[in-house]
């Protein structure tokens, strides 16, 4: 690909986004490109923490906003809309990838494609492993797709069905689709990674949250409640279920926001583990640090 493509990756609450947007301010590019699982999906704003629209400007924000919330969304229709959106853009202006949902960001970063995915047969196959066991599933896997086994932990769960899945859906191994996430081409472009460090992401992640709910995270959950059944995969949305609890008196306030923050620690946690292998990453503490560098990069 000709163009220019610059990625912002990083724990949440770590100012990926602050960062992008002064970015596009500084190469004078007209949009960014959200790769955020959970920033899809309307009527979440408060709680995935989308950008503004005052934060925005002028600027656009892609993949925001795409569908309700009762709705599936799959990482396959994600990568293909991404494509759609790169086409639209000028080979002569940057790209600005920015976003912590690491197999999203890879997908579409690294122009992967995921294969196909079908919720009744992932059903069929996790109540399988469910009645049989683990280690009958895994078996399974040795069986018919032994270079995949070689890549996925006995205990895996998840990627154990999903590799069936795959199989079962395609014909094909699992391993046959490509080298995968842990591959990283050194030529896709430049990517920068923002982590201030455990203890400061901890304050940052507490005093984001009590933003959050200042804005009106509590109000804007008691609307998803009033008119939608939010899907399994929005559902995963970090903060909402906690909040949903609270609403139905089930939790204290004080517990509701205390569960948000360990959950949150657990997925930046989880989030720095896939950013951290990928050897492309250069990363900072902080935004104006990684503003330098990247100024340097395009001048």
């Known amino acids: 690909m000709n163009r220019r493509r610059i990625s912002i990756v990083g724990p949440t609450a770590s100012g990926k986004t602050a960062l992008s947007i002064s970015l596009a301010e500084l190469l004078g590019v007209s949009s960014i490109l959200s790769c955020d699982s959970m920033a ?79 919720p009744v047969k992932r059903a069929e196959l996790t109540t399988l492993l469910e009645l049989n066991g683990l280690d009958w599933g895994y078996l399974r896997l040795t069986e018919l797709d032994p ?96 909040i949903f609890d609270f609403i139905s008196g089930k939790i204290s306030l004080e517990d509701a926001k205390e569960s948000v923050v360990a959950r949150s620690k657990k997925y930046a946690k989880r989030q720095m583990a896939w950013f951290r292998r990928d050897p492309r990453v250069k990363w900072f503490n902080g935004v104006d640090d990684a503003l330098v560098y990247l100024k340097s990069k395009v001048s």
């Open 147 to 242: 270079a995949a086994v070689v890549k996925i932990e006995p205990q895996n769960f998840r990627r154990i069905v999903r590799a069936l899945e795959v199989i079962e859906l395609t014909g094909r191994p699992f391993s046959s689709f490509g080298p995968g996430v842990d591959a990283y081409p050194i030529d896709s472009g430049e990517i920068v990674g923002l982590f201030p460090g455990r203890d400061l992401l901890e304050e940052r992640i507490r005093s984001r949250n009590n933003v959050l709910f200042e804005k009106g995270w509590i109000e804007e959950c008691r609307y998803l409640l009033d008119n939608f059944a939010l899907s399994a995969t929005a559902a995963k949305a970090i903060g909402y279920s906690e």
């Open 40 to 118: 899809i999906y309307r009527h979440m704003d408060i709680g995935t923490a989308k950008p503004t629209a005052e934060e925005l400007g002028d600027l656009t924000c892609h993949m925001i906003d795409v569908v309700d919330p009762c709705e599936e969304f799959s990482i396959a229709q994600f990568v293909t809309m991404v494509a759609g959106i790169e086409e639209t853009i000028p080979t002569s202006s940057p790209v600005i990838f920015v976003g912590g949902s690491g197999l999203y960001h890879t997908s579409v970063f690294d122009h992967l494609s995921p294969p196909p995915t079908d």
